[in-house]
């Protein structure tokens, strides 16, 4: 059974800096697309930024060149680094698990399979 768990949320302060981790289990994250997605209050989930088995990545226009997605498949953990943080960041982001195999790359949810719990964070101005 896949297990994925997310940790790193904290509260900072606007232009500061986070890295989320989401360790696997029961699974091989790199043989496939992981992502991670947030929800804010009040908000529909969205992507965030994706990764695919041969490490290309994906990111929504919003978080582009202030979030990195990268993976340590010795580990089987994922992670989003997030830097120049915003109040509009604020969120529960959640990592994501897609099919073993595939070569896809996608923010679409109804692709992943198997979600984590969440990890909450909030920035403030």
């Known amino acids: 059974q896949v297990q994925l768990t997310e940790s790193g949320g904290n509260s900072v302060e606007q232009g500061g800096s986070l890295r989320l981790s989401c360790a696997a289990s029961g699974y091989t994250g790199g043989d496939s697309c992981m992502g991670w997605f947030r929800q804010a209050p009040g908000k529909e989930r969205g992507g965030v930024a994706a990764i695919n088995k041969y490490g290309v990545t994906a990111y929504a226009n919003s978080v582009k060149g202030r979030f990195t997605i990268s993976r340590d498949n010795a580990k089987n953990t994922l992670f989003l680094q997030m830097n120049n943080l915003k109040p509009e960041d604020t969120a529960m982001y959640y990592c994501?698990?897609?099919?073993?195999?595939?070569?896809?790359?996608?923010?679409?949810?109804?692709?992943?399979?198997?979600w984590g719990q969440g990890t909450q964070v909030t920035v403030s101005s």
């Open positions: 994501a698990a897609g099919r073993p195999g595939a070569a896809t790359l996608t923010l679409i949810q109804s692709y992943y399979f198997a």
